[in-house]
């Protein structure tokens, strides 16, 4: 999910579940003329150990479509791992671009 203007962003945090804290969120300060903010989230999982990583700083935009270096971090086989439903999610300043898709690049 991309988010062009603060009050889009800001719609977006409203339809937040009551129970999903924003106690702790710093937004970004950012030029929305200049650059979009891309939300990327993993969905539920049911234990502690999941993150989303970045691993190369440079996406690419091939044939209008938006390659991102993003991963889904997963906990080790075998490993301790408190059993609580956790949603993983990572926000991420983008340029603005033309593209009209974006891809996961793993």
């Given amino acids: 999910m991309s988010f062009h203007s603060l009050s889009e962003l800001n719609q977006f945090l409203q339809s937040v ?13 950012i030029d929305y003329d200049s650059q979009t903010l891309l939300l990327f989230a993993a969905g539920q999982k049911p234990t502690s150990g999941y993150s ?4 190369n700083d440079e996406a690419v935009i091939k044939d209008q479509i ?15 791992q408190a059993q609580v439903l956790t949603s993983p999610c990572q926000i991420y300043t983008l340029p603005v671009a033309d593209y009209y898709e974006i891809a996961i690049k793993e």
Avoid: D, H
């Fill in 17 to 29: 579940p009551g129970n999903f804290s924003q106690a702790s969120l710093t937004l970004p300060e």
């Fill in 52 to 55: 989303i990583e970045l691993y």
């Fill in 66 to 80: 938006l390659y991102l270096p993003v991963r889904l971090r997963k906990p080790e086989a075998g490993g301790v």
